[in-house]
C-alpha cells in the first residue's frame, strides 16, 4: 500500500515561513501530477498549489507569489516553500496527487501561523 508522509509543519510568526515537505513510498510522486491542499478550522479542504510532471505549476490567488510548489525527482519528494506567511493560512496541509485521489491521503501537517 502506497503512502503519502507530510512534514515540516509548525508554529510560526505572522511574516514567517516554513518549507512542508512530501515523500512516498511508492512512485506517485514521480508519475502523477501532484498538489498540495490545505483545511483550516471550519473550512472544507482546499487546493493551494499543483505541479505537474513536467514542473508546470498553479497557485490559488492567496498564496500566489508567497508561496512555491516543487519536486524532486530524485528525492522522490514534492516541497511546498511558504513565506510572507499570515494568521489565514492556519490549517492542516495535505499533498495528494491532482486531482486527488481518496487512498492516498495522508495524516498531514499542522501549519499554525500566530504572534
Known amino acids: 500500500q502506497v503512502q503519502v508522509v507530510e512534514s515540516g509543519g509548525g508554529l510560526v510568526q505572522p511574516g514567517g515561513s516554513l518549507r512542508l515537505s512530501c515523500a512516498s513510498s511508492g512512485s506517485i510522486l514521480r508519475i502523477y501530477a501532484m498538489g498540495w491542499y490545505r483545511q483550516g478550522p471550519g473550512k472544507q479542504r482546499e487546493l493551494v498549489a499543483s505541479?505537474?510532471?513536467?514542473?508546470?505549476?498553479t497557485y490559488v490567488d492567496s498564496v500566489e507569489v508567497r508561496f512555491t510548489i516543487s519536486r524532486d525527482g530524485a528525492k522522490n519528494t514534492v516541497y511546498l516553500q511558504m513565506n510572507s506567511l499570515k494568521p489565514e493560512d492556519t490549517a492542516v496541509h495535505y499533498c495528494n496527487k491532482y486531482p486527488p485521489a481518496s487512498r492516498y491521503w495522508g495524516q498531514g501537517t499542522q501549519v499554525t501561523v500566530s504572534s
Open positions: 505541479i505537474t510532471s513536467g514542473g508546470i505549476t
